[in-house]
């Protein structure tokens, strides 16, 4: 039985594993912290990530994944992760799930949802409709996403033997 990662991972793998995955960016000694190693060794693995292109360095000097990468992995993985008819099923759910929140709210878009936001209503209500918000725009740029994997879908798959193995999670998990 394994007691924690630092068993079953290397040095690099949970340096890796920590940097590549950031949603924002994170000092040396961050890292390393997370990672559980020290930090020359952190320094070490994020140097080499920031080298192979996996992450980049800002100009306070903390790593954060390239952004550019990180883009054309997500819409490599959704297409080799997922069927054409998948992809176009993703984006009929998120317009329904569109079409109930303008209906809900009597709104047209998020926009006007957030200006909702100023009118005289309960803590409570604001807090649900700020959450929903926050789901509308991540739907929105999910679509976005979506739309691009299915124009570039029948290109991708012709550069590989069509036998890519699929994950069978979710667009919205892999957005």
Not at 50 to 59: H, I, K, W
Not at 98 to 104: G, I, L, P, V
Not at 115 to 141: F, K, N, Y
Request: aromatic share 6%; proline share 3%; no cysteine.
């Amino acid at each position: 039985m394994v007691d924690s990662w630092t068993d079953s991972t290397t040095a690099r793998e949970r340096v890796e594993t920590i940097a590549t995955t950031l949603s924002e960016p994170r000092t040396v000694n961050w890292v390393a912290e997370q990672a559980e190693v020290e930090w020359d060794t952190a320094k070490r693995h994020l140097a080499s990530l920031a080298d192979a292109g996996l992450l980049t360095v800002t100009d306070d000097g903390q790593y954060v994944p390239d952004p550019t990468r990180a883009y054309f992995d997500h819409l490599r993985d959704l297409i080799l992760e997922n069927e054409r008819s998948e992809l176009r099923a993703e984006l009929e759910a998120i317009a329904e799930r569109a079409d109930d929140w303008k209906q809900r709210y009597g709104v047209g878009s998020p926009e006007e949802l957030e200006a909702t936001l100023a009118d005289d209503l309960p803590g409570d209500e604001v807090s649900e409709r700020r959450r929903i918000l926050r789901r509308w725009e991540q739907s929105q740029r999910s679509r976005d996403l979506i739309r691009k994997a299915l124009a570039l879908y029948d290109d991708v798959q012709s550069l590989g033997d069509g036998t890519a193995e699929r994950s069978g999670s979710t667009v919205e998990e892999a957005g």
